[in-house]
């Protein structure tokens, strides 16, 4: 089957680092995206990893290793701003996304 | 620049009534055209897509359609809505024939059925 798994809400402060988890299963894989979603808004594209390895855009960065089917979202510097939900995604043909994971900051 | 114009941004309507969702996209030839659904609190689920006018492939069994009457514009309809149509409805495009995962997604559409 294909499917993609990862936490449904991760608590962090403000200023600390998060790291969110994602699994996936599927028969073939054309690489793993990130996105993010703020309440009531469109997703919008953070990153993608189309090899094994770690991707870094600015605070975010994101890694990949094929052979354990699995990835991560890295955030440093949490800000109030980050509180969003994020979704890991890979393709097959089209875009499959997982179910999301609330990120909540505090101060 | 691209940009992806989706209308209207929310709706309510009685359920058994019709639905027509619109999204078309500007700066670009040929794109990837999805429809996605959110529940509340929920995943991205992927619902249709199109490689091109006429050409669509549905993902989930319901009671919607999709259309592609034009290279940039897609239409998500259903004849009779149910209370379970409820939700947040998302179209997006990426370049065709594009390896990237890069989705531009709408502001949305809110639909609630009563």
């Known amino acids: 089957g294909q499917s993609l798994e990862q936490p449904s809400e991760v608590t962090a402060v403000e200023g600390a680092i998060v790291q969110i988890n994602c699994t996936y299963q599927?028969?073939?894989?054309?690489?793993l995206s990130w996105y993010q979603q703020h309440d009531g808004g469109a997703p919008t594209f953070l990153s993608y990893?189309?090899?094994?390895g770690l991707e870094e855009t600015g605070r975010f960065s994101s890694f990949l290793s094929r052979s354990d089917s699995y990835g991560y979202l890295l955030l440093q510097e949490l800000q109030m701003k980050d509180s969003a939900s994020y979704f890991c995604?890979?393709?097959?043909?089209?875009?499959?996304f997982g179910q999301g994971t609330e990120l909540s900051v505090k101060p | 620049s691209q940009t992806i114009h989706q209308w209207p941004a929310t709706l309510v309507q009685p359920v058994g009534s019709p639905l027509s969702l619109e999204c078309t996209v500007e700066?670009?030839?040929?794109?990837?055209l999805y429809w996605y659904r959110q529940a509340a609190g929920r995943g991205l689920q992927l619902l249709f897509y199109?490689?091109?006018?006429?050409?669509i492939s549905s993902e989930v069994p319901q009671n919607l359609s999709a259309s592609r009457p034009q290279d940039r514009q897609f239409i998500l309809s259903s004849k009779k809505l149910l209370l379970s149509d409820s939700g947040f409805y998302l179209c997006?495009?990426?370049?065709?024939?594009?390896?990237?995962?890069?989705?531009?997604f709408g502001a949305g559409s809110r639909l609630t059925v009563l």
């Open positions: 599927t028969s073939g894989f054309y690489g």
């Open positions: 990893n189309a090899l094994d």
């Open positions: 995604a890979y393709k097959r043909g089209k875009l499959i």
């Open positions: 199109s490689v091109g006018i006429g050409q």
């Open positions: 997006a495009w990426r370049k065709g024939r594009s390896g990237a995962n890069v989705l531009t």
């Open positions: 700066g670009t030839s040929n794109p990837n």
